[in-house]
């Protein structure tokens, strides 16, 4: 009995570890990240499939929302001008001193398998990106 107990809070341990190292990666990375120029904006996060593993070398991009004088808003992806990037090895990815505003995020090569980021009702989730900052959305989860 003894060293099944010593056994779950060695593993309890180890487990509160990695937690920990995590999150420091993600605050150091965030930290080495250089401010925008003034009145720019930059967005950073991390790209995970549902199972939790990291997404590299994958498209990301930033499409702007534009909004009617009633509010409705439409997106189209304009892979001539909208910003991407791609995601690192730890499924990160950065844009830097882009215009703020709102946008949603388009995951993929948009002519063969892309998605675009949902809210947990399924709506595409709408980011407001605020000037002068980086703008972290955290780490976002798709089933791609």
Known sequence: MKNHLLLIVSTLFILSLCVVSCQNQDQYILD???????????????????????????????????????????????????????????GYFLFEDIEPGEYILFIGDPMTKFAIVTDDNGEVRVWDILPNETNDLGVISIDF
């Open 32 to 90: 080495s990240i250089p401010s925008p120029e003034e009145g720019r904006a930059n967005i950073s996060g991390r790209l995970q499939l549902i199972n939790q593993t990291n997404i590299k070398g994958i498209s990301v991009w930033v499409t702007p929302i534009y909004r009617s004088v009633s509010g409705e808003g439409v997106y189209a992806l304009d892979t001539s001008s909208n910003p991407y990037t791609l995601t690192d090895e730890d």
